[in-house]
């Protein structure tokens, strides 16, 4: 089955504690990318990655990193969160930029005291 | 810069048709997307439209599309309890680019 999988799906950390979300898709797709869910800014785009090593800022890059060493991962990281972090994380991918074909995963929702 | 302004809620009753609305600022833009969010699940992509097109339909739903008012609206027929969740307009310059996401409208559907 095609799909996004991200993990974890639910996660409560404290201010400062460095945590990764992981990222991976089945369907050899080249482009993934990292967004925001926070209630009445909708989705807002972190960083995405156009292919192995390729990795560019999106909308609101700051506090975050990204890695894409594999086609099939791409891990989300976050060196010192902190509580404006707290936020719904979702991780997409499509076989080319565009939304044309962009799948989503389920979810990460994040929250840090 | 690009924006996409969506309303937040739209209440309806089950059977009844459905109307959600967006306008975008980008005349640039030439895909226009409609994304569905069920609860505790991810964004999935319901329908797409070219600007160079008017209307689409999609079974149930029609995609209308007036470029000269920047404006889009998804029309979802005979509305089951089913379609609610949120519903998301979004915007792209070309189908290789990046996309800008409205911030989601509410449809509930009552018994």
């Known amino acids: 089955e095609a799909q996004v999988t991200q993990n974890p799906r639910y996660l409560i950390t404290v201010t400062g504690k460095k945590l990764t979300v992981t990222c991976s898709q089945n369907?050899?797709?080249?482009?993934m990318s990292w967004y925001r869910q926070d209630p009445g800014l909708g989705l807002r785009q972190i960083y995405y990655?156009?292919?192995?090593?390729?990795?560019d800022k999106g909308d609101v890059p700051e506090g975050y990193k990204v890695s894409r060493k594999e086609k099939r991962n791409f891990p989300l990281i976050l060196e010192s969160p902190s509580p404006n972090q707290t936020s719904l994380y979702f991780c997409a991918s499509s076989p080319r930029l565009g939304g044309t074909e962009q799948y989503f995963g389920p979810g990460t929702r994040l929250t840090v005291t | 810069g690009e924006d996409v302004e969506q309303s937040l809620f739209l209440s309806v009753r089950e059977g009844d048709s459905s109307v959600i609305n967006c306008t975008y600022t980008d005349s640039s833009s030439t895909y226009l997307y409609w994304y569905k969010q069920e609860p505790g699940a991810g964004l999935q992509l319901l329908t797409y439209?070219?600007?160079?097109?008017d209307m689409k339909q999609d079974q149930r739903l029609t995609v209308l599309l007036n470029k000269k008012d920047k404006h889009l609206s998804l029309r979802i027929a005979d509305t089951q309890t089913g379609d609610s969740a949120i519903y998301f307009c979004?915007?792209?310059?070309?189908?290789?680019?990046?996309?800008?996401f409205g911030k989601g409208t509410m449809l509930l559907v009552s018994p």
């Open positions: 439209i070219f600007s160079n097109m």
């Open positions: 990655s156009m292919n192995v090593e390729v990795t």
């Open positions: 369907m050899n797709h080249e482009y």
């Open positions: 979004a915007e792209s310059l070309s189908g290789y680019s990046t996309l800008t």
